[in-house]
Structures are given as C-alpha cells and as structure tokens.
C-alpha cells in the first residue's frame, strides 16, 4: 500500500511538473515571437522612391530569371501549355517585371537594403555573384576543401551595410519567390 502511494505521489509531482512547464511556455512564447515578427517588418514606409529604389534591385538582381525558374518548377498539363506560359514570360519586358513585382515587395526590403544592395549587384563581384546564381553548374566539393574567397568578396562580406542588407534580402527571399509566382499566374492569364 505504502509503495502505491509513492508511485501515485510521484506520478502527480511529474504530472503537475509538466503543467508547470508548459504553461511556461504558452506565455513565454509570445513574449519572444513579438520582438521577431518586428524585426522582419521594413523600416520605412512605402513611398515612391521606396518602390523605385526596390524596382532597380530587382533589375539588378535579374528578378525576371526568378520568374522563368518558378515557371521551370511549375506543373504543366501539357508540354504545350509549358511553351506557351515561357512564350509569355519571354514577351514581357523585364522592366515590367521589376515594375509589377516593386510594390508588393517594397514591403518587405527597406529602401536601405534595396540602395545597398543594388549598389553590391552593380559592382564587378555583384555581377559575377548574379552570373553564378542563373548560371551555375554543380560543383564538386570534398570534404576538407574550402572555396576560395576573392580579397573583393572578404571585404564585402564585412561591410556593416552589406551585412544587414544582405540578411534582410534574405529573410524577403520567401516574400520575392511568392511576388514571382503571383506575377506568373497573372502574366499566364494575360493574353500576350
């Protein structure tokens, strides 16, 4: 009888330790998913030159190449609906892209990170960093085997603006890959 008792006090104290954590938890969360849902909005509003400075981005950036991928990884009911919708991308200038695609996604890059990084895109490594990421051919690395980091890249890499520009655009990639595939469907609809 003694050893039931016991096994039933430990089962509550166990029980009851858990309800404590857990609860914990349900009001801990909040507390900490505020601060990060602030810290991915943009810091400015969106104006204008907000939305142009984000167009020359994703003219830097080749965005209409995002397009022609996400068309790629469609599903298509026939090969000649696929040739049709890449018909159509392919008749649409690219600055009617960027154009289209600005405004949604100024809401998600700052004017700071779209001036950063169209000025990064725009410079020799920045080009050749937009050939490699359209162009690129799987390569081969073994473990042990370190890429090489040209002296332009490392001192890139360091730059405080560059930094926080560069994991700003990163967290928006989602937001960009969704503005592209809005953008296809619409094009698609279209009669070009």
Known sequence: MRTDLIFIERKSMKFAAQAMFGLSLAFAVPAFAAPAAAASAPVDAVTPA????????????QIEKVLKGVAARSHYQSEDQRKAVFAKIDRTPPAEVYQRMATPLARA???DTAVEMTRFYNTQYGKKVIYEKYNSRGGIMMPGMVAAVPPEEKKERKRAAYVQA???????????????????????????
């Open 50 to 61: 907000h939305v142009k400075a984000v167009q020359d981005l994703l003219g830097a950036m």
């Open 109 to 111: 890059i700052s004017t």
């Open 166 to 192: 560069s994991r700003q655009l990163e967290e928006a990639q989602p937001a960009i890959d969704h503005e592209a595939f809005v953008l296809l469907q619409q094009i698609n609809k279209e009669q070009r």
